[in-house]
């Protein structure tokens, strides 16, 4: 009777394994799709929609476009790079608004030369300027697609494709697969192509409508995890009501002992800086990132000062500041997360939008520059900032300035995730509790204190 139970517990503990390896190997499936969810975004794609317009003797002409359904996520220069493996034999015969970065063996091809013959293409924008017999609508801007919110008239990118060597029906066509995105490095991951609806055009005069003889699309999400390892920017805090600065924290993006790599910081102090910064090359030749010497090692830092408080209102100042010597952005964008966004009065120099991810939560803004004005974040050095302050209303029932409540939950900047100081690092409210006085030396000393930390941090 012994040996039966015993079996019969030794039976129960192989399938309790076995159960906990199969519950496991299921969870372990899933980890691709998870890595690249993003909580402020989480719709946020690059959709891909290939429609088939018309059939030739020997394949079909499709119009490829990128929709960048992004709410603030850019690729930005030297822009997009899309590749996919052929499911037959295919070959590309023309194409109208890209080009493929080779064209291949087309040596069996006699006369008319394919445009490219490879089993696994890689496609890339055209640049502007490109002659207008070459161009198709939504093309030619180098592979740059802005955000959906930001910019949704440069949200997408086409182009026309010839396919040949393929099916010239419905049924004999066969999709492409193994889609890749690169925007402009990695982070992408896309999904296979789907067979869905014909895309239906209306003409211009709304009279008619067409549709394409076919349409697949392909999805692609992003993961900062997959695009790089370290982080690209942090946030610095500092409020009126104590002297403390809390600055980004330390080795955020990186350590200056890791020497590994030549030239991996330079210090603003260096001798002949601009001949350092930019040596003369070959052209063509691109130059790797040059980040300014600091404590953190970030290319970007987002400082948050809580400037002063009203009866009903709060004020904040937000300065974004570029470390990278070699590096601007041009439509550079801004996402903070803090409950008060549900009661902002007003913004100054910089465009807003409110972004609700989940329904009836109003904590989450996309900031940007005004056009023409601060729309670009110049290179490390004296114009390398841009800075702007919000007016926020106070809702009695939640507002305060103890335990940190005043700064932000979470800052993005160009749709990456930054690193925040420790939340018991955070400025804290006096032990006398808040007064709204202010000495006279205090108001002086703050912003000489925060003038030394801008230009020394290191």
């Not at 419905?170 to 609806?197: D, E, I, Q």
């Not at 403390?244 to 200056?256: H, K, L, N, R, Y």
């Not at 009203?310 to 100042?317: G, H, L």
């Not at 000393?445 to 230009?455: A, C, N």
Request: glycine share 6%; with cysteine.
């Amino acid at each position: 009777m012994e040996s039966f139970v015993s079996r019969s517990t030794s039976v129960v503990s192989k399938l309790s394994f076995l159960a906990v390896l199969i519950v496991f190997l299921i969870s372990s499936s899933s980890f691709t799709s998870t890595e690249a969810y993003d909580a402020l975004d989480p719709e946020g794609n690059i959709t891909m929609k290939w429609d088939v317009m018309s059939w030739t003797p020997d394949g079909y002409v499709a119009v490829v476009t990128m929709f960048n359904f992004q709410k603030y996520r850019h690729i930005p220069s030297p822009g997009w790079t899309l590749g996919w493996k052929w499911a037959k034999k295919e070959v590309i015969w023309s194409m109208v608004g890209a080009q493929t970065t080779e064209q291949g063996d087309c040596s069996k091809y006699k006369g008319n030369i394919p445009h490219c013959c490879k089993k696994d293409p890689t496609v890339v924008d055209l640049l502007p300027g490109t002659p207008y017999n070459q161009q198709i609508a939504n093309c030619c801007k180098g592979g740059v697609l802005n955000s959906w919110v930001q910019d949704p008239g440069n949200a997408a990118s086409s182009f026309q494709i010839s396919v040949g060597a393929a099916g010239t029906t419905n049924k004999t066509v066969r999709v492409p697969r193994n889609f890749t995105l690169m925007g402009p490095g990695p982070g992408y991951t896309c999904g296979p192509a789907k067979v869905v609806r014909p895309t239906k055009f209306v003409t211009t005069d709304t009279r008619r409508t067409t549709q394409a003889m076919m349409t697949w699309n392909i999805t692609c999400t992003y993961s900062q995890f997959l695009a790089q390892r370290t982080p690209t920017c942090c946030v610095s805090l500092s409020s009126f009501y104590n002297e403390t600065i809390v600055g980004c924290p330390t080795c955020a993006c990186g350590c200056q002992n890791n020497r590994t790599e030549s030239g991996a910081c330079l210090d603003p102090d260096t001798p002949h800086l601009a001949s350092v910064v930019s040596p003369p090359t070959k052209k063509g030749t691109i130059l790797p990132p040059l980040v300014q010497c600091t404590r953190h090692l970030c290319p970007i830092r987002v400082h948050w000062h809580v400037k002063q408080n009203y009866k009903e209102y709060w004020r904040v100042k937000i300065t974004i500041t570029n470390f990278n010597y070699r590096l601007n952005y041009s439509q550079w964008n801004m996402v903070a997360q803090h409950p008060n966004f549900d009661n902002i009065t007003q913004i100054f120099s910089f465009n807003y939008k409110s972004l609700t991810p989940y329904a009836g939560l109003n904590d989450t803004a996309m900031l940007w520059g005004v056009k023409f004005y601060n729309d670009f974040l110049s290179e490390a050095g004296p114009l390398g900032n841009v800075q702007s302050e919000i007016l926020f209303r106070k809702d009695q029932a939640t507002f305060s300035f103890e335990k940190g409540w005043a700064f932000p939950r979470r800052i993005y900047f160009n749709g990456d995730n930054c690193v925040m100081p420790p939340p018991d690092t955070y400025p804290f409210l006096p032990n006398g509790g808040f007064r709204p006085e202010v000495s006279v030396f205090a108001s002086l000393l703050l912003p000489v204190l925060l003038v030394i930390f801008f230009f020394n941090e290191g």
